[in-house]
Antibody, heavy 125, light 109 residues
Framework: QVQLVQSGAEVKKPGASVKVSCKASGYTFTSYGISWVRQAPGQGLEWMGWISAYNGNTNYAQKLQGRVTMTTDTSTSTAYMELRSLRSDDTAVYYC??????????????????WGQGTTVTVSS | EIVLTQSPGTLSLSPGERATLSCRASQSVSSSYLAWYQQKPGQAPRLLIYGASSRATGIPDRFSGSGSGTDFTLTISRLEPEDFAVYYCQQYGSSLSRTFGQGTKVEIK
């Protein structure tokens, strides 16, 4: 079945970096994009950015530009999200989600249709 | 950046009642790029509706979406016990960014 499996919980100190992985299975990884979404405790959903697994093109939320990097490893069907210079308000559950079927230069949009289980990142001194 | 405002913040209803959730955008959104999600406590969100009105795979037909331009609606025709959750709308804009609404909680009255 189609699924995304994320790496385990992380505890980091302020100023550190975190890298979360998202391993895809059950579909052709390079035919879709991956979005990353986070949710602070008791809060709503915040979109962080999107990467095409087809060609590595990225779009990042303006708020996180310069602190976030999204990459893929097509040999292992895995997407990665690295967030640097962590602050306490980066404490959240981080989700990856499949989004957008890539057909060459065209992206067919069907929403974020498959989600990972979430990775809790805690930033605390 | 397009801002999505959902109303009401909380909807208190009984099983079997009809739920109507609103999502208003600060500027026009293409209907092709408006989605709705359901989230239960401790779980990842689940896609319900994409393209403003198309149900995602496996979503019961009591869920329906409608609207265009700046006003969109998610309707649950008859609430089942498992439908009590938080619902988010989300758009994908021309700037290639996405935004979510702040959510509507549907709670048991």
């Amino acid at each position: 079945q189609v699924q995304l499996v994320q790496s385990g919980a992380e505890v980091k100190k302020p100023g550190a970096s975190v890298k979360v992985s998202c391993k895809a299975s059950g579909y052709t990884f390079t035919s879709y994009g991956i979005s990353w979404v986070r949710q602070a405790p008791g809060q709503g959903l915040e979109w962080m950015g999107w990467i095409s697994a087809y060609n590595g093109n990225t779009n990042y939320a303006q708020k996180l530009q310069g602190r976030v990097t999204m990459t893929t490893d097509t040999s292992t069907s895995t997407a990665y999200m690295e967030l640097r210079s962590l602050r306490s308000d980066d404490t959240a559950v981080y989700y990856c989600a499949r989004e957008g079927e890539v057909r060459g230069v065209i992206i067919l949009y069907y929403g974020m249709d498959v989600w990972g289980q979430g990775t809790t990142v805690t930033v605390s001194s | 950046e397009i801002v999505l405002t959902q109303s009401p913040g909380t909807l208190s209803l009984s099983p079997g009642e009809r739920a109507t959730l609103s999502c208003r955008a600060s500027q026009s959104v293409s209907s092709s790029y408006l989605a709705w999600y359901q989230q239960k406590p401790g779980q990842a969100p689940r896609l319900l509706i994409y393209g403003a009105s198309s149900r995602a795979t496996g979503i019961p037909d009591r869920f329906s979406g409608s609207g265009s331009g700046t006003d969109f609606t998610l309707t649950i025709s008859r609430l089942e016990p498992e439908d009590f959750a938080v619902y988010y709308c989300q758009q994908y804009g021309s700037s290639l960014s996405r935004t979510f609404g702040q959510g509507t909680k549907v709670e048991i009255k």
